[in-house]
């Protein structure tokens, strides 16, 4: 039988209730202490998607180098610039066509042989309505994952910066890319001064109608750029080709370094990223190195010309 000290209950007092809560202070400072842990930890981790960003980035560049490589191997050369000829007389001409640029040029060697044989006929001109899916194309490894551009671009959009006339090609579209050539430390404009049976020359790996071999990068292969980093705030980029008749067009596959990069938001056809420590190249010999807008421009000239024989030596970063 029980007693009825062993039915008592024992309820908590009205103070020990009280402090089973919170109190407002209480709970602002904890409010506090979480907002002063997520403001620490955001950059960190922001920090650390940037840095998986840019080793992607980098390794993009890398794929291309090899494939750079592989097609000189091949056909002994890299490939052109660009390539573009006078219809009526097939003597070499800037603003001529098909307009087929190093980026298409390497597709067998970047796992994209099927892009090359079942959308692009280099008889055609890449501006021909049968390219259509071609220049709508987007090859990842020819993106930067930092950049925040449009995946496809209206070629009129690629000219924010620049006052030359327009060819009929303004309504085209293109596939984003955010790597071009090095055409050196030309301006890209002197293309638009030449006319039919001349050859738009520069001084770095890459330029119109090239043919540039290994053997002819007497500056060597580890001490010259061949690839460079372009965001899309700056001026679109593509890997395909380019119109012609028209005097910027080739900044959409090459770009110049007649600015440290990053350094000059209103020049289209330099080179830039959104990396917060700099731009990333790639160099003959596969390598890839970032480079800071802060760079000595003797330095960036010499890093961005073939043959100049000036030497940087452990100038470079």
């Given at each position: 039988m029980f007693t009825r000290k062993q039915w008592t209950v024992h309820r908590p007092s009205a103070l020990a209730a009280r402090r089973a809560a919170f109190t407002l202070v209480e709970l602002l400072v904890v409010i506090a202490i979480i907002g002063i842990l997520i403001a620490l930890l955001l950059p960190a981790v922001q920090a650390a998607r940037e840095a998986a960003r840019r080793a992607t980035c980098s390794n993009n560049l890398k794929q291309l180098g090899l494939a750079l490589h592989l097609h000189h191997d091949v056909h002994k050369t890299l490939p052109?610039?660009?390539?573009?000829?006078?219809?009526?007389?097939?003597?070499?001409?800037?603003?001529g066509v098909p307009g087929w640029a190093w980026g298409a040029k390497i597709l067998p060697f970047i796992e994209q042989l099927n892009v090359e044989k079942n959308l692009i006929n280099y008889s055609l001109n890449v501006t021909d309505p049968a390219h259509d899916a071609a220049r709508k194309t987007?090859?990842?490894v020819f993106r930067c994952p930092?950049?925040?551009?449009?995946?496809?671009?209206?070629?009129e959009e690629s000219h924010g910066h620049h006052d030359g006339h327009h060819s009929g090609d303004d309504d085209v579209e293109f596939a984003t890319a955010n790597y071009v050539g090095v055409f050196g430390t030309i301006d890209i404009h002197y293309c638009g001064t030449l006319g039919v049976g001349q050859q738009c020359v520069a001084n770095g790996s890459l330029f119109h109608n090239s043919q540039v071999r290994f053997a002819d990068i007497v500056d060597g292969l580890s001490q010259t750029f061949v690839v460079g980093e372009r965001n899309s705030d700056l001026g679109y980029a593509t890997w395909i080709g380019l119109p012609g008749d028209d005097e910027c067009s080739p900044a959409l596959v090459l770009g110049s370094a007649s600015y440290p990069p990053n350094s000059r938001a209103d020049h289209a056809h330099n080179f830039s990223s959104h990396h917060p420590s700099g731009t990333q190249f790639l160099l003959g010999d596969g390598s890839v190195r970032l480079i800071a807008e802060t760079i000595e421009q003797s330095v960036y000239h010499a890093l961005c010309t073939r043959s100049n024989r000036d030497l940087v030596g452990n100038a470079l970063p």
């Open positions: 052109p610039g660009w390539l573009a000829y006078d219809p009526a007389t097939g003597a070499s001409y800037p603003a987007i090859l990842p930092s950049d925040t551009g449009k995946p496809i671009f209206d070629f």
